[in-house]
Antibody, heavy 120, light 110 residues
């Protein structure tokens, strides 16, 4: 059974860096073909894909946010970490991590999400 | 990389069928049969209901079906039930290992 759970601060101050951790079980990021992505959703708004990390440490980022995002993995801890620099109030959102289906076509398992508010 | 276009809202009565469209471009929906659909109830995480355009994950009702024509994908829900009231999002692979979501559609069951 695949599960994912996001953790991190509920509030960050503008210009600070956000660090979120996704802890997962039921699969290994050292297995060929496996990958984990990050998606966010501002309150009352649509989903937005942010980043993805593959089992071989290849990484992909949303073109619009690429300069601010970094995704890393700790295979031994079954964790993926997302950092986003220079946070702004418009970055207030629920951040989700999700498992990418083996074919790369969709995100089949999602975490519960964590709401991050950017405010001074 | 712009968001896919979905109607903001659709509605239907119990037992009826509704269709939600998802319009992209030749760079995403039009180029790949890798469209997925998600159902999201308030305060909950999205749930995958359709992948690779028309496939249903195990456990998803066969009342949900997907299709694609050109740059537009569609989700059809037949035999509407009260529990289907939720937000629905489409998602497409957009090349260069990136993905793009739609703006979301709120389904109201009258």
């Amino acid at each position: 059974q695949i599960t994912l759970k996001e953790s991190g601060p509920t509030q960050v101050i503008p210009t600070q860096t956000l660090t979120l951790t996704c802890t997962f079980s039921g699969f290994s990021l050292s297995t060929s073909g496996v990958s984990v992505g990050w998606i966010r959703q501002p309150p009352g708004k649509a989903l937005e894909w942010l980043a993805l990390i593959y089992w071989d440490d290849d990484k992909r980022y949303s073109p619009s946010l690429k300069s601010r995002l970094t995704v890393t993995k700790d295979t031994s801890k079954n964790q993926v970490v997302l950092t986003m620099t220079n946070m702004d109030p418009v970055d207030t959102a629920t951040y989700y991590c999700a498992h990418l289906y083996v074919s790369g076509s969709c995100f089949d398992y999602w975490g519960q999400g964590t709401l991050v508010t950017v405010s001074s | 990389q712009s968001a896919l276009t979905q109607p903001a809202s659709v509605s239907g009565s119990p037992g009826q069928s509704i269709t939600i469209s998802c319009t992209g471009t030749s760079s995403d929906v039009g180029s790949y049969y890798l469209v997925s659909w998600y159902q999201q109830h308030p305060g909950k995480a999205p749930k995958l209901i359709i992948y690779e355009g028309s496939k249903r994950p195990s456990g998803v009702s066969n009342r949900f079906s997907g299709s694609k024509s050109g740059n537009t994908a569609s989700l059809t829900i037949s035999g509407l039930q009260a529990e289907d009231e939720a937000d629905y999002y489409c998602c497409s692979y957009a090349g260069s290992t990136t993905w793009v979501f739609g703006g979301g559609t709120k389904l109201t069951v009258l």
